[in-house]
Every structure is written in C-alpha cells, then in structure tokens.
C-alpha cells in the first residue's frame, strides 16, 4: 500500500515537472525520521524572498544571489544541512537579521537543476523547525546561530482531531478542484498521504494563502493549534474563490444572453425588411403624422424635426433609442398653442358658481371680474389665485365650478408632502426613468393650453437634499415669467400665461414669502350656523342620498336636526365632519329600508341619539357672569373661531402668579404683562402697588388638555385679573379678544370673522375689540353681525371701563 501511495506522488511530481512547475510533495519516511537529525548550533542561512519551506515538504527554490548560490554548491559538495528562513521584504537584496523571521526550516538538498537563462533551481527537503538567534557570519554566505524546535505530537485518537483532519481534508480538495491549471493528481495526493502532521505541511505549503499567514502557520509549536489555524485560513481561501467563480459564471451567462438577443435582433430586422419596414420606420411614420395636426411655432417645430433626425440615426436596439422615443412622444403629445374657448357668459357663469357653492361671494366676485375683462380685452394673463382658509370650506371643489363657469378643462395637482423639485420642473434625460414635472404632465392630460389648475394645498410644500419645490413653483406662479416655463425634461419653454392656477391653503405662514407675494390671496373664512344648514339641505343631504341608494322623498332631515348635528355632534369653521354625521344617518336608515322596516322617515333633532349616539361636543354657550375674576374670551384654532374662559383666583401670598391650563410662551407673557400693567396702574382699582405684594394670583384656562398661545386674549386676562382682585361683576354676555402691551395699549389681532361666528354661536351679545380691527368687521357682512353690539378700544383702561360693573360679584 505504501509503495502505490509513493508510485502516486512520484507520478504527480513527474506530470507537473514537464512543464518546469514543481508542486510540492514529500518523501519517503514517518514523522519521527524526518526531524531526527543532527545539527550543531551554527547553520548555513538561506534566505527565501517569497517561499516558505515546511518540515517533511519538498519545495523548488530558484537561486540568484551569489552568496546563495555560493551556500548551494558548499552544501551540495560536502553533503550537510542548511536553514531556510524567509525575508519579511522581498525586495531587500542583502537581507541582514532585523529583515528575517527567526522561525524557519532545517533543509537538505534533494537534488540541483540547471534551468535555461542561467537560472539555477534547488529542490529542498525540509527537514525540522528552528530558531534564528542571530547571524554570526556573513562571508562567503550567511551563518546563523540556532536552536532545534519540537513539534508537539497530535493526538490521532481524539475524536475531534480525526474529524479536524477530514475536514481539512475536504476543504483542501474542494479549493483544488476550483483552482484554475491545478492538476487533478494533488486530490490523490492529498487523499493518500499517510500521516497527520505531513498533511498539514503539505497543504500549508501547497495553498494559496499569503505568505504572512504560512509564516503564521510555521511560527506554532503546537500542531493541533496549526490545524485548527489552517482550517481557518482555507475556509477563508474556499469562500473568496466560491464567490470569485460565481461572479464569472455571473458574467459569462449574461454575455451569452446578450449574445443570443443581438442575433435575435438582427433576424427579427431581417425578416421585417423582408416584409416591407420596421417597427422603428412605424414609429418615425407616426410621429410626423401627429406633428402634422400640431400648430406651434416655427421654433418649437425646428426642435421636434433635429430631435426626430437624431432618432432616425439611431440604432433601435440601442439602449438611447427608447429614451428618445419616449422624449419626442412627449413633445407631440403637449397642446402646444391648442386653447378651449373661454364662455363669456356671465349669467351662466354666476348660475354655475351659485349653484355648486353656497355664500364665498369674494371667490365668485373675482372670477366673473375675469370673465367681464377677457370679454372686453379679448386677452389676459390669467390671475394667480389663493384660496386659503380652514378645513372644509370648499376651496378645493370651488375649482371645479371654476372649470365649468368659463368653459375650461379641470386639473389638480396636489402639493402636500411634496420634497422634490423635479415633480415640478421634471427631471433631465439623462437620468433613468426620466418624466416630464407634474405642470407639464397636467398640461398634457388636460390637452388645452388654458385649463383651471388647482395647486392644492401649496402651504404643505416641503424641501430637503432633493431640492426646494416652492422656489420651483416661483417661475409657474409669476405671470411675467410663466409664458417662458421651462421643463428639464422638456428643454423648451413651454406657455403657462393662460393657465389659470387656483392655489388653496390653510396657513399663509407657511409659504414663503416671494411665493406669496406672487398670488392674490382670497379669505375664504367659516360658515355660520344658518350658511351650514343651507349647504346640508341644498349640496350634503341630496348627495348622500344618491350615494346610499334611498329616494329623495323617502327621508327628511327637518331643520332642527340639521342645526344640532352641525352644534353638537361637530366643530368646526367647514362642512367635512357635517357631512360624514349626514352619512352616518343615512348608513343607518339604509340598514332599516332595506329591512323592510319602513319606508318614509321624518329624523327630528331629538332621534338623533339613536342615529349618532350622544352628542360629541358641548354647544358653545355662554355661562353667565355671577362670578368675579372669570371672562369670556376670543379664539381662532384652525377648525374655526371658539370661545374661551379665563378664570382668576385670588389669594393671600407674596406677589405670585400661577399659570395653569396648558398655555404657551407668547399667553403666559401676556398674563405677566397684564399683572405689571395693572400693578402700575393700580389707581385703576382703587389699590395700592404695594397691596400686590401681599397676594398670590392663580389664572387658569379650562380644557387643560387642548394647547393654547397667541397674542389675543391679552385684554381678557386683564379683566379677569382686574374682576378678581376687585370682585368686581363682568358685563353679562360680553366676550373680548385683543393684544396689549406694557404701557396698556391695545393691538389689533386676526381671525375676526371666525371669532365674531363664534360669538354668535355661544349668544353673545357685546364684542370689545380693537379700534384698529374696526375696518375687519367692516368687511365682513352684516348677517354675520346681525345681533351683535361692538365696543371698540385703543387701551386697557378703556377695557376695564366697559367690561367691570360696580356691582360686587359672588
């Protein structure tokens, strides 16, 4: 058996000889008669730039130095051994100590090659591990001063070094067969060698693993720790190569799929011509019919001809014919210069516009102006408009009306969340998957040059890394820039002048300001109690009844139901949350009629709890004024105007002021300012400055939950305060709202109509506002006032006049 495995490995070094690379194999021998040798303390030094020479190994070394070369033919002549340790930089030509490991191999010559070019190869047998000391000589070769190390022994019965040794093994003839040019008898070769430490010096010496790792590997004395290392760095060597194989195979199929499609390709071309054109000669064909029915100008028309030449170039398997296809299918797609004619009805106009939306009278009286204007002009750059106001109040919808009054095409855009400038301008063809912006794309979905384009919710627009879309939207919303827009995508400036953008927003503190300044903004504001009721029984009712499938004659929401739904069951300055309580009441009676358990329903306002359940908001109402320190204020939150209570407690303390009721910075420095105000002002209340200092004020606002802040109810803590440090009574149905400052100046504030419906709702009957937001309620209509007495101020003394009765209260 032994004499097969030395035939085997004589015959692996034979067959890779041939070609003048020797792999490495081991000699005849057991562990034990390999190292046992006899050196003295001083050893011939040959060192090896790029190699690395295990115990028990045969490994060719090509030689050129001529101290080297010189060491070669001393030993090769009288017969002894030598010591191999490898240089840390192979690029040293005279290495001396400090430039080699001191770990190395005692080796003796097998045999001496004269090779062609004068390069002399030396086989060496190594023979037993050492220590380099230090070099004691250097002429006519290097001699080093060593000692002999010993291996430990393995231990061939444990169960865990047995299955270490096959898995080395395994993994070592794995990376053969993946290795490239590596002969297929080292697999024999490594099956078949006999002992476990020869296996793995050979596979140490016969990998490809960097040489700083074999100098690793020899470095252990412990040959049970150098197989578990080897284990290591081979499964290392077997993954890169796994992965390094499957990129190839990657490759190599995908070069032949592309292969198969070119010639694919050119058959398909083959047999098209032979039937008569292209699919490429189809798309040419139709691309100049369509161009044909356009009207645009001689410019635009010189683009889409040097555009189409260079498609007509193209290849059509090329990966730019499909991106410019696509481009020019774009291009003769757009209405270039194509308008639908403006109706200049304008009884038709103020029909349509009543009839979709009731009140809005601002919006309705700006369109039909533009109207009258094109009709006598016969041309106008359309108007930027902005609709903002609370949720609900129609802004969206009113485009539609718009559309339909003059006769136009209807497109919305909405702008909430939107982060990228290109959703406006577009992207540039070079990118991939490029399109025209969202304004073009509009555009051409609209097929007319002048449709009524809402930009809905332009106060929502955002910006990050991507760009700014709001400064995108400058050039769209500037009529003396937007008969020019320019599209990246599109690359020609494209008119916008007759569009006619409708912008809606709930906020203006939003958009920034160069963007605001190019609009002219339209107050749409809340709708009072009887405005909702008429929009339930006109639009919200006879909607939700087509929707749930019941006849218009089957139910009736009597007036008083309406009124409740919109008091108590919602809150808000639009129509929304009304709505869907409207469709809740329909669901359910959709339920009984289908059930066959009646026909026709009258709802009263006192069946809506088996409707909707118990109302969901207390109606506004105002509390009365029997106690001191507590007075009604004025409020704006985005669902509408509201009322509030500021409540003042006054004790004995040290000049404190507490503030409770979830109250912002700019509201508690409203309450400082009215306690110093009044504390320099205390004539006012028949006090001394020094009385302050002897009590404790607590000023509270209900709903402690619900945030509050703002300017506006600086005039209502003033009194509260005031009422509660005189016990003095507040005017009975009074409610007040207004900044002040520390001199007691009163300012005006915003939001007067919502807060005026609010104080109609909650029965008010006394405002006290700002003399300069007398010319806001001067606009607003006087159904809106109806009921409602103004008193209006320029500073806090003129408030506490008003507001304070003589009368003590509780």
């Known amino acids: 058996m032994k004499q097969k495995k030395k035939i085997a490995l004589e015959a692996f070094a034979m067959s890779d000889s041939s070609n003048n690379d020797f792999v490495p194999i081991l000699m005849e021998g057991n562990e034990e008669s390999i190292g046992d040798i006899e050196v003295g303390n001083h050893l011939p030094i040959l060192p090896l730039r790029n190699s690395i020479l295990f115990p028990g190994v045969i490994l060719p070394i090509s030689v050129g130095r001529k101290s080297s070369l010189k060491l070669i033919e001393h030993i090769n002549k009288s017969g002894g051994m030598l ?57 006519p070769y ?13 231990n061939t019965e444990d169960v865990r070094m047995t299955a270490l040794m096959a898995a080395i093994r395994e993994t070592a003839v794995k990376i053969i067969k993946l290795t490239p040019n590596m002969p297929s008898e080292a697999t024999f070769a490594i099956k078949n060698i006999e002992y476990p430490t020869f296996l793995i010096n050979f596979i140490c010496t016969h990998s490809n693993i960097d040489i700083e790792d074999k100098q690793e590997l020899l470095d252990l004395d412990d040959v049970n720790k150098r197989a578990e290392l080897l284990l290591q760095k081979l499964v290392k060597e077997l993954q890169m190569l796994e992965i390094k194989n499957d990129i190839q195979n990657k490759a190599h199929n995908d070069m032949s799929r592309k292969q198969r499609e070119y010639f694919l390709h050119q058959q398909m071309q083959t047999i098209q011509d032979e039937l008569g054109g292209t699919p490429a000669d189809e798309d040419v064909k139709e691309l100049e019919a369509l161009a044909k029915k356009k009207r645009w100008k001689k410019s635009v028309s010189k683009i889409f001809k040097k555009e189409l ?21 774009e291009f003769v797609g757009l209405p270039w210069d194509t308008y639908t004619k403006d109706n200049f009805d304008l009884d038709h106009a103020e029909e349509v516009l009543n009839r979709d939306h009731y009140g809005l009278d601002n919006i309705k009286k700006r369109i039909i102006e533009h109207l009258a204007v094109l009709k006598l002009k016969g041309d106008l750059k359309a108007p930027i408009l902005c609709l903002h106001g609370p949720p609900g109040v129609g802004k969206t919808s009113l ?74 939207l400058l050039e769209v919303l500037d009529p003396e820039q937007n008969n020019a827009f320019h599209d990246n995508y ?23 300001r160069p963007l605001l300044d190019r609009m002219e903004l339209i107050d749409i504001n809340g709708y009072i109690i009887e405005e909702k009721m008429q929009i339930a029984k006109r639009h919200l009712i006879p909607k939700q009844l087509k929707e749930h499938g019941i006849d218009e004659k089957a139910v009736e929401l009597t007036d008083g139901a309406i009124k409740r739904i919109a008091e108590e069951y919602t809150r808000e300055s639009g129509v929304r949350a009304l709505d869907k309580k409207i469709a809740e009441v329909m669901r359910k009676l959709a339920v009984a009629i289908a059930k066959g358990e009646g026909e026709n329903y009258t709802i009263e306002a006192e ?30 939150t985005a669902m509408g105007g509201t009322i509030l209570y500021v409540e003042t407690s006054v004790s004995k303390g040290k000049g404190e002021l507490t503030l409770t009721g979830n109250l912002g910075d700019v509201m508690k420095e409203s309450a400082t300012l009215a306690l110093q105000y009044l504390r320099s002002n205390s004539d006012l209340l028949n006090m001394k400055a020094e009385d302050f200092d002897k009590i404790k004020v607590h000023l509270h606002v209900p709903e402690g939950a619900v945030p509050k802040d ?68 001067a606009e607003i209509k006087e159904m809106y006032l109806k009921g409602l007495n103004f008193h209006y101020v320029d500073t806090v003394a003129d408030v506490l006049n008003i507001a304070l009765l003589k009368t003590k209260a509780k």
């Open 83 to 139: 010591g191999t340790v490898t240089q840390k930089d192979e690029t040293i030509e005279s290495p001396e100590f400090k430039d080699l490991h001191t770990i190395g191999t005692v080796a003796e010559i097998v045999k001496i090659l004269e090779m062609p070019n004068d390069i002399t190869t030396v086989i060496l047998q190594g023979r037993r591990r050492f220590k380099l000391n230090a070099i004691v000589g250097d002429s």
């Open 142 to 154: 290097r001699t080093g001063d060593i000692s002999l190390l010993e291996d430990s022994k393995l």
């Open 309 to 329: 030449k260079k498609l007509k170039r193209l290849n059509p398997s090329a990966p730019d014919y499909s991106v410019q296809l696509t481009y020019l299918q």
């Open 399 to 472: 485009g539609k009306s718009v559309a339909e009054a003059l006769g136009r095409k209807y497109i919305r855009m909405s702008l909430g969340g939107v982060h990228d400038e290109s959703e406006i301008r577009g992207h540039r063809r070079t990118y991939i998957g490029a399109m025209p912006g969202r304004i073009i794309r509009g555009i051409k979905k609209a097929e007319a040059s002048n449709p009524v384009f809402i930009l809905d919710e332009i106060d929502k627009v955002g910006s990050d890394h991507r760009g700014d879309p709001s400064s995108a």
């Open 490 to 512: 599109l690359d020609v400036d494209y008119d916008l002048s007759k569009v006619l953008f409708i912008a809606t927003a709930n906020q203006l503190n939003t958009i920034p």
């Open 607 to 636: 069946q809506l709890e088996d409707y909707l359940g118990v109302p969901k908001f207390a109606k506004e109402i105002y509390e009365g004024n029997e106690y001191a320190g507590v007075v009604t204020g004025l409020a704006w």
């Open 710 to 777: 703002g300017p506006s109810a600086g005039i209502t803590i003033a009194t509260a305060i005031a009422s509660g440090l005189t016990k003095r009574k507040v005017r009975n149905k009074l409610a007040m709202t207004g900044e002040i400052t520390l001199r007691g100046k009163v300012l005006p504030v915003g939001g007067i109509k919502e807060k005026i419906l609010a104080a109609k709702r909650a029965g008010i009957k006394d405002v006290i506002l700002s003399s300069d937001n007398k010319k806001d309620v």
